[in-house]
Each structure stands twice: as structure tokens, then as C-alpha cells.
Nanobody, 120 residues
Framework: QVQLVESGGGLVQAGGSLRLSCAGNGRTFSSRTMGWFRQAPGKEREIVAVITLSSGSSYHADSVKGRFTISRDIARNTVSLQMNSLKPEDTAVYYC?????????????WGQGTQVTVSS
């Protein structure tokens, strides 16, 4: 049974914007945290942004701070990532995740991933 479904990836020019969405269900939204990881070819999967579902408090990696914003919609069981001022180095597969503590890489559920490609 699919627990997390991502959408919104694609190809964009440098400086452009994309919005990723992740639709969960009651089980995934019972997690304490949700967020986004990304993995570029030949690199390790890294945290991009994390949000605590109950409070809405968030964390953004230094590499995306000021450009990306994570948000959640409890009523729709959706977590989104607004990505502005995209750079070629943002190119990666982006994964939605849910779990007790994503900042400590304690993940219970993964999405299937969505490709983001930023051309220079």
C-alpha cells in the first residue's frame, strides 16, 4: 500500500521555481515529522527540509535556506516544498519522508521520489 505520493517535479531553468507536494494518509500523518530528502547521482541522500506536524516548526538545510520553504496542510494530509531561485546544484531526485525524527534520519515511510532537473 502506497503511503506517500509525490508530485510536482520536472525540468526548470536556473532561477526558476517549482513546488513539490506529498500526499499522505492517516498513518503517515500520525508521524511526528515529515519532510524532504534529495539524492543527486553519486552522492548520499541528504536532508532538505523537515516540518513538525503538530507545531509547524521547520528546519531547512543551509544549502536551501532562504530559497526553499516547507509547509503542511493537516486537513489535506499534504506537505509541500516551495523551491525558488533554483540552481543547477539542486538537481536531484527528491523524496518525501515521514517518521519520528527525520532530522535524526529516523524514517518510517518513503515516497517513490520525483526528479527535479535545473538547467544552467
Amino acid at each position: 500500500q502506497v503511503q506517500l505520493v509525490e508530485s510536482g517535479g520536472g525540468l526548470v531553468q536556473a532561477g526558476g521555481s517549482l513546488r513539490l507536494s506529498c500526499a499522505g494518509n492517516g498513518r503517515t500523518f500520525s508521524s511526528r515529522t515529515m519532510g524532504w530528502f534529495r539524492q543527486a547521482p553519486g552522492k548520499e541522500r541528504e536532508i532538505v527540509a523537515v516540518i513538525t506536524l503538530s507545531s509547524g516548526s521547520s528546519y531547512h538545510a543551509d544549502s536551501v535556506k532562504g530559497r526553499f520553504t516547507i509547509s503542511r496542510d493537516i486537513a489535506r494530509n499534504t506537505v509541500s516544498l516551495q523551491m525558488n531561485s533554483l540552481k543547477p546544484e539542486d538537481t536531484a531526485v527528491y523524496y518525501c519522508a515521514a517518521g519520528p525524527s527525520l532530522s535524526q534520519r529516523i524514517v518510517a515511510y518513503w515516497g517513490q521520489g520525483t526528479q527535479v532537473t535545473v538547467s544552467s
